[in-house]
C-alpha cells in the first residue's frame, strides 16, 4: 500500500472534493518512519507546507498557522501517538483539520469509513476474507458509512454471495438459490470458509425469525415458504406452526414476494413446488372449507385443488356461485395463474362455467308476456356468450379432460334446455308475427346513416362483419367501451328474414324495394347488390362521397395510401369476414367460436386504426348472426326441404316461387321481411333441411341467435381521465403489524372517468416495508358504493411511537408505473413498549 499517495489524496479530498479553502492534515507517526525534509520532497507538487510536530512547539505552530499563514495548508508530523483531549494543545485546529493515519488497518478504516477499532475486531474474528485485496475491495463498494458491526457483517456476506447491496433479502435470495444443500452450495462454502456458518445462520435467524439453534438452508427456505403460505390462511395447522414458528412472518413473506418479481423466480418455483410435497398440502387443505385457503397464492397445487373442488360442486350442483366467481377472479390476479398456462387455462374456464351456470336462472324467469326477442336482447343473449367463451377455452385446454364430464353436461343442457325453448318460443314468435318493438335492419341506412349524411359534415364508417351474432357484439361494445378515448354503446337490430348474407348486406345499404333475381341476386331497387362494385354504385346514388373496401384492403393501408384513399370520402362502408367463411365451412365450421374471437380482435384492430386517423363516427354491424351446436346434430334434427321452384336456400332456408312447405318448416310472415315478389321458408325453430352442407354452424332462420345483430355505436371522444383515488381514514394511524385502509374512488366509471390500476405499499425511509398491493378501480355508483378495503402486512421490525411512514401510490399501465399519491400515517404500536 503507497501511504505517500494515499496521503495525496487525503489532502486532495480535503481542498478539492469538500471544497476547503485550506486544511490542516495531522500524522502521528509512533514509529517515526518519516523525516520532514523527505516529506516536503515527496509533497513538492502538492499546495501545503511541511511541519515537524513535537511537545513543544505547540505555540510557535498555533501562531504560524492562525496568524502569520492563516490562508495556507499544513501538514503537522509527529513522531508520536495521538496526544490524549485534555493534554491536545492542538485539538480545536484538529476539529477544522482531519486527522491522517498511515497504519495498514487504520488506513483501511479509513477506507471504509468505519470505526477502527471495530474494523480490527472483524480482521481478528473473519482473517480469511481479509486475505483478497478484490474481496476488499468490493466490500468497500457495498459497505454504508460508519457502518454498524451487523451492517457490517451483512456487506462481508454481500461480496461473498455477490448481492449488490449489503441487504439480507438480496444476500439470502442469492444464497438460497445456489442450492439448498450446504455441500453443493458454493456460496454457502464460501461462507464456511471465509466467514462463519454459526455467524450466518445468527443473521438469517435473526432476519427471518428463525429461534432454532441448528438448521439448514432447506429448513429455513421451508420456514420462509411456511410464513407466506401461513400469511392469508384463515386456519393454523399445529403440528407446521409449532415446527415453522416465527416471530417474523410478514418479513419472510414479503422476501418471497419480492423474489417472485425478480428474473430469477423460476428457482423459488421450483422450491415451491418441491415443498408443497414436504408440507403435505393437499392432505393438509383437502378437507377444510374453500375460504380457509381461497386466498393463499404460495403453491400451484392449491390451484388445482380448487379448481377440483368446484368442477365436483359444479356437477353436483352445491357450487356457491357468487363466491366462487370471486374466487375465480383473485386466482387469476395470483402468481400461479400469470406463470402457469394450464392452471390459467382451467381458471378461466371455470369462469365462464360459473357465468353460465349462473345464467341458467334467465331461462327460468323467462316471461311468455314478453317477445322472445326482447328479451333476448335484454338477457337471454348471455346464455349464448358464456357458453361460447366456455367451448372456446374449453377446446384449447391441453388436459381438458378434467372438464370433460362439466362440458358433456353443460352442452347437454345448451342444446337440449335452451336451445329447446329457444327453438319453441322461436316457432310461436312467427306464428303470432310477435317481432316486438325492435329496430328492424332493413330501416338502417335511413334511420341510422342518411340524418347524418344530411345533417353533420362527419365521415362515418359502417363496418359489417358477416355472422357476428349480438352476444359477441355485446362483448365487443364492452372492449371498446373500455377504451379511454372512445364511448361505445349496443343496439339490437332484428335481421330481415331470411338471414343469410345476401338478403343481409343488401338490407344495409339505402334502398326503397328489395327483390330476388331466379339466380339468387338480391336486388335493391332493381339494382344488383352483391359485390363490392355493385354495392358502391348503390352507396353512391343515396351519398355520392359514398365508397366501400374489404378490412383486408384497409389494414394495409399506411397513413399517406389512407389521406389519398378516403380523400373527399364521407361514408366508408368496410366488409369483413371471417366468422362466417369458418363456418360456412364443413371443414372449419367446428372452428365457429374460435372465429368469434378472431373476428373481434381484427374489429378492435380496425378500430385502432381508424382512431388514429381520427375518425370520430364508427358503426358495426352485421348481415345476420348464426346458430351452432357443438355436438353433432342428430337426424331427429333434420327435416325434408321445401320442394317448389328455388332461387337460393341453404339447410335453415328457401327462397323462391310455388313452394311446397312441410311440416318441418314455415313460410316467413311479412311483418318479418322486406324482400318482395318471392316466397321465403325457413326450418322450424332449430332443425335443418335434408341435403349438403355443415350442420354445426348454420343461419337463415329465425332463432333470436340467427336474427338478432348488433349495432354498435362507436364515437371516438376526448382522452378519459383515470378515476382519482383517496385515503378514507379520518385518522391515519397505525396500530398492529396488519393493515386495512380503505381507499375512495372519486368518480364514478363514464364516458369521461375511466379505470384507475393502482399499487399501493408502505414506506419507512424510503425503505419498503409491506406487501405491495395492486388495486384496479372501476366501480359505478353513488359514493357509497366506491369504496375498496385493502389489507398491508408490515415487516415485523421496532417502530417507534409516534414514527412516521408514507403509503405510496402509484399508477400502473401495463408494464409502466407511475408515482401517483403519497399519504402520511402515524405508527403506534403500543406493545413495541414493553
Known amino acids: 500500500m503507497n501511504v505517500l499517495q494515499l496521503l495525496k489524496e487525503r489532502i486532495e479530498d480535503e481542498l478539492h472534493k469538500k471544497n476547503k479553502p485550506r486544511t490542516v492534515v495531522f500524522w502521528y507517526d509512533e514509529q517515526g518512519e518519516r523525516t520532514v525534509e523527505s516529506l516536503k520532497e515527496e509533497l513538492a507538487d502538492q499546495p501545503i507546507q511541511v511541519r ?96 454498524s458491526e ?130 403435505s398440502i393437499v392432505e393438509l387443505l383437502n378437507d377444510r372449507p374453500i375460504e380457509h385457503y381461497a386466498d393463499i397464492s404460495t403453491f400451484p397445487v392449491i390451484d388445482v385443488l380448487l379448481i377440483e373442488k368446484l368442477t365436483t360442486e359444479l356437477l353436483h350442483q352445491t357450487a356457491n356461485l357468487e363466491e366462487w366467481k370471486e374466487i375465480l377472479q383473485n386466482r387469476l390476479n395470483m402468481h400461479w395463474a400469470n406463470r402457469n398456462e394450464r392452471i390459467r387455462g382451467l381458471l378461466t374456464v371455470l369462469v365462464h362455467t360459473v357465468d353460465l351456470t349462473m345464467h341458467k336462472t334467465l331461462l327460468k324467469q323467462y316471461d311468455t308476456r314478453i317477445p322472445l326477442y326482447v328479451q333476448y336482447a335484454s338477457d337471454l343473449y348471455l346464455i349464448d356468450q358464456a357458453y361460447r367463451r366456455f367451448i372456446v377455452g374449453y377446446m384449447q385446454l391441453e388436459n381438458r379432460e378434467v372438464l370433460d364430464e362439466l362440458a358433456e353436461k353443460l352442452t347437454n343442457w345448451y342444446e337440449n334446455k335452451y336451445l329447446s325453448k329457444v327453438a319453441e318460443e322461436t316457432n310461436f314468435t312467427l306464428e303470432q308475427e310477435e317481432l316486438g318493438k325492435l329496430p328492424k335492419q332493413a330501416t338502417f341506412y335511413k334511420e341510422n346513416i342518411e340524418p347524418i349524411m344530411h345533417k353533420e359534415s362527419t365521415r362515418v364508417f359502417v363496418i359489417i362483419s358477416d355472422a357476428l351474432r349480438f352476444e359477441a357484439g355485446a362483448e365487443l361494445r364492452e372492449r371498446l367501451d373500455a377504451r379511454a378515448n372512445g364511448s361505445a354503446t349496443i343496439s339490437p337490430l332484428v335481421a330481415n328474414m331470411p338471414t343469410y348474407t345476401q338478403l343481409g348486406m343488401a338490407s344495409l ?157 314455415i313460410a316467413v310472415p311479412e311483418t318479418f321481411t322486406t324482400l318482395q315478389d318471392a316466397e321465403k321458408a325457413i326450418a322450424k325453430g332449430i332443425n335443418r333441411f335434408v341435403g349438403g352442407g355443415g350442420l354445426q354452424f348454420v343461419h337463415g332462420g329465425a332463432t333470436p341467435q340467427e336474427a338478432i345483430t348488433p349495432l354498435i355505436d362507436y364515437r371516438r371522444t376526448s382522452q378519459a381521465t383515470p378515476v382519482e383515488i383517496s385515503v378514507a381514514m379520518p385518522s391515519r394511524v397505525i396500530k398492529s403489524f396488519r393493515v386495512e385502509v380503505p381507499l375512495y374512488q372519486e368518480q364514478s366509471i363514464s364516458t369521461e372517468f375511466m379505470a384507475h390500476t393502482v399499487r399501493f405499499a408502505f414506506y419507512l425511509d424510503g425503505e419498503r416495508i409491506s406487501n405491495e398491493v395492486d388495486y384496479t378501480f372501476n366501480m359505478l355508483g353513488q359514493n357509497h358504493e366506491r369504496t375498496a378495503k385493502l389489507v398491508f402486512d408490515l415487516t415485523e421490525q421496532y417502530y417507534k411511537a409516534g414514527q412516521k411512514c408514507t403509503l405510496k401510490m402509484a399508477t400502473v399501465e401495463g408494464n409502466k408505473v407511475t408515482p401517483y399519491s403519497e399519504a402520511e400515517f402515524t405508527i403506534h404500536m403500543y406493545n413495541a413498549l414493553y
Open 509 to 665: 345499404l339505402p334502398h326503397k324495394t328489395l327483390t330476388i333475381a331466379p339466380n339468387g341476386t338480391v336486388l335493391a331497387d332493381s339494382e344488383p347488390t352483391n359485390g363490392l362494385t355493385n354495392r358502391i354504385k348503390i352507396l353512391q346514388k343515396s351519398e355520392p362521397d359514398a365508397i366501400a373496401f374489404r378490412f383486408d384492403e384497409i389494414m394495409s393501408w399506411s397513413r399517406a395510401t389512407a389521406e389519398e384513399q378516403l380523400k373527399g370520402k364521407r361514408l366508408v362502408y368496410v366488409y369483413h369476414d371471417v366468422i362466417d367463411a369458418a363456418g360456412d365451412s364443413v371443414k372449419s365450421e367446428r372452428e365457429t367460436y374460435a372465429a368469434v374471437d378472431r373476428a373481434m380482435d381484427d374489429l378492435e384492430k380496425l378500430v385502432d386504426l381508424l382512431s388514429r386517423w381520427q375518425v370520430k363516427r364508427i358503426f358495426i354491424t352485421a348481415d345476420h348472426g348464426f346458430l351452432y351446436q357443438n355436438s353433432k346434430v342428430e337426424n331427429a334434427g333434420k327435416v325434408a326441404s321445401v320442394e317448389g321452384e328455388k332461387f337460393d336456400g341453404n339447410r335453415r332456408f328457401v327462397v323462391g316461387k310455388n313452394l311446397v312447405i312441410g311440416a318441418g318448416a
Open 52 to 147: 515537524a510536530l513535537t511537545r513543544n512547539n505547540f505555540f510557535s505552530l498555533k501562531i504560524e498557522i492562525e496568524t502569520e499563514k492563516k490562508d495556507e495548508s499544513f501538514l503537522l508530523y509527529a513522531k508520536f501517538a495521538k496526544p490524549e483531549k485534555e493534554k491536545n494543545y492542538l485539538l480545536d485546529m484538529e476539529l477544522y483539520g482531519t486527522e491522517f493515519k498511515a497504519d495498514t488497518t487504520a488506513l483501511l478504516a479509513e477506507k471504509f469509513q468505519v470505526n477502527d477499532a471495530m474494523l480490527r475486531e472483524m480482521m481478528q474474528k473473519y482473517p480469511e476474507f481479509f486475505k483478497s485485496a478484490e474481496r476488499k475491495e468490493k466490500l468497500k463498494k457495498v459497505l454504508k458509512s460508519q457502518a
Open 150 to 279: 451487523r451492517e457490517f457483517e451483512y456487506a462481508m456476506l454481500a461480496v461473498l454471495t455477490g448481492a449488490q447491496v449489503a441487504d439480507m433479502d438480496k444476500i439470502a435470495q442469492n444464497l438460497l438459490m445456489a442450492g439448498l444443500q450446504e455441500d453443493s452450495n458454493e456460496l454457502f462454502k464460501s461462507i464456511v470458509k471465509r466467514f462463519s456458518k454459526e455467524q450466518l445462520f445468527v443473521l438469517l435467524g435473526q432476519y427471518f425469525g428463525v429461534h432454532i439453534e441448528a438448521y439448514t438452508l432447506q429448513h429455513l427456505m421451508e420456514h420462509i415458504l411456511y410464513a407466506h403460505f401461513q400469511r392469508h390462511a384463515q386456519f393454523e395447522d399445529a403440528t407446521l406452526q409449532k415446527k415453522y414458528e416465527t416471530t417474523r412472518a410478514n418479513a419472510s413473506a414479503l422476501f418471497v414476494d419480492d423474489w417472485l418479481q425478480t428474473k430469477d423466480r423460476e428457482v423459488l418455483e421450483q422450491y415451491m413446488q418441491e415443498i408443497e410435497g414436504t408440507f
